[in-house]
């Protein structure tokens, strides 16, 4: 009777030091949990900050004079806006170049590359991942194939070409029909609205949406445009936005082509705005200024789409 009471109290006692260890066991992962935590925003807040230095260095330089950007380029103050600060650099670059013409020039062919780029490139992945038709697999080995042609050498290719283009010009007020896509912004547009890379990340994203709501749509009688228009893209949006950056800055930083096929300085974008600066005597604090004012759109446009580029490029490694 006395070896039967006493089970359950001898139960109790072995169960504690298994609850003790269970406990002191979450506590230690907790800990590693936390440490490792730690350690990796230490590690990203240290590799931002190694990153942030060249843009921290352009900005601060762009506020002094270029006798004292000389001065402290090899100290701690070249980071630093100390000194003789001002925006006097600022307004040397607009005396120089037309900046507002440069700055539009470049927002209107970057815009409608891009804005272009989304729909063409897009409409040819969905007909390339969700459509079967014969030879579909031989056209998009071709594409890819493209990627591995540097631009440099089909650049003076391409000037011949576009110069036989047909094309419509206003003369005293009459519109005439001529040849030649010079000195246009037609001639940086263009040639950049198709892209390899975009067809690819379209039809690999394009690929992950589930095939059965195509037949569903099929069914309720909805033709292929209208699943591209209702069903795709507004399952796409991290795609759009990761290509549409992705498209961003190449536009934004072109300068071998515009400065081939474009000799008018109305016409010429931002990029090719930088060799004014290293004509005669090279004013640095200008070139700080006018690289801090062409790189501010590309920072905003990726503080825009930062999430959604994030989430692209996740999604592109979990599901291949």
Not at 38 to 63: G, H, K, N, Q
């Amino acid at each position: 009777m006395t070896s039967t009471l006493e089970r359950p109290g001898g139960a109790a006692r072995a169960s504690r030091p298994a609850r003790q260890g269970s406990s002191v066991r979450t506590r230690t992962r907790s800990s590693e949990g936390r440490n490792g935590r730690i350690l990796t925003y230490v590690s990203m807040s240290i590799l931002a900050v190694f990153f942030l230095f060249p843009l921290v260095f352009m900005f601060v330089s762009s506020l002094k004079p270029d006798a004292q950007i000389l001065r402290d380029i090899n100290s701690p103050a070249a980071f630093l806006p100390t000194g003789e600060i001002s925006l006097d650099n600022y307004f040397g670059v607009f005396d120089r170049v037309p900046v507002a013409q440069f700055l539009f020039n470049s927002i209107l062919v970057t815009v409608l590359t891009v804005g272009l780029g989304l729909i063409v490139n897009s409409l040819a992945g969905f007909a390339l991942s969700r459509l079967r038709w014969k030879g579909r697999v031989v056209v998009f080995a071709l594409i890819i194939a493209t990627l591995i042609v540097p631009f440099e050498t089909i650049a003076v290719p391409m000037v011949y070409w576009v110069n036989q283009l047909p094309t419509l010009v206003m003369e005293g007020g009459v519109l005439k029909y001529d040849f030649g896509w010079l000195n246009t912004y037609e001639v940086q547009i263009v040639p950049f609205i198709a892209n390899a890379f975009s067809i690819f990340l379209f039809a690999q994203y394009f690929s992950t949406i589930p095939t059965s709501l195509d037949e569903a749509a099929r069914i309720d009688g909805a033709s292929w445009f209208t699943i591209y228009r209702r069903i795709i893209v507004p399952l796409s949006g991290p795609a759009f936005a990761t290509v549409a950056i992705l498209t961003f800055l190449p536009a934004w930083n072109q300068y071998l082509w515009p400065l081939m096929v474009v000799q008018k300085e109305e016409l010429r974008p931002v990029m090719v705005g930088m060799q004014y600066f290293f004509q005669l005597n090279t004013a640095w604090g200008e070139v700080m200024a006018y690289t801090s004012l062409i790189t501010l759109p590309v920072l905003i446009v990726f503080l825009v789409f930062q999430r959604a580029f994030v989430s692209s490029i996740a999604a592109s490694g979990v599901k291949g």
